[in-house]
């Protein structure tokens, strides 16, 4: 497994996601992302059960320390899709 900043994934993207091991991203020290090999190179059921109870304790214990329930983040998420973005500006 690797570990990468968010600059160097940036910088670096293309050939990390061509590894054949799984890249953490992270920002600040903090975990931001985790990016999985093509299918052909699947990761054993193991990890995948270890990685998914670590970021949903993780997701658990932040929601935990800020207050919000469940049903807040539903309600919240339910606002957002019925709301219509602004257009983004081209460069």
């Given at each position: 497994m690797r570990i990468s900043s968010v600059r160097e994934f940036r910088?670096?993207?293309?050939?990390l996601l061509r590894s054949k091991s799984p890249?953490?991203?992270?920002?600040h020290?903090?975990?931001a992302g985790?990016?999985?090999?093509?299918?052909?190179?699947?990761l054993p059921i193991e990890l995948k059960r270890e990685?998914?109870?670590v970021l949903s304790h993780d997701v658990a214990r932040q929601l935990k320390k800020r207050r919000v329930s469940e049903d807040e983040i539903?309600?919240?998420f339910?606002?957002?899709?019925?709301k219509k973005r602004a257009p983004r500006r081209r460069r």
């Amino acid at each position: 497994m690797r570990i990468s900043s968010v600059r160097e994934f940036r910088n670096k993207a293309t050939g990390l996601l061509r590894s054949k091991s799984p890249i953490l991203v992270t920002r600040h020290g903090r975990l931001a992302g985790i990016f999985f090999p093509r299918p052909e190179a699947t990761l054993p059921i193991e990890l995948k059960r270890e990685l998914y109870d670590v970021l949903s304790h993780d997701v658990a214990r932040q929601l935990k320390k800020r207050r919000v329930s469940e049903d807040e983040i539903l309600k919240d998420f339910e606002a957002s899709r019925g709301k219509k973005r602004a257009p983004r500006r081209r460069r």
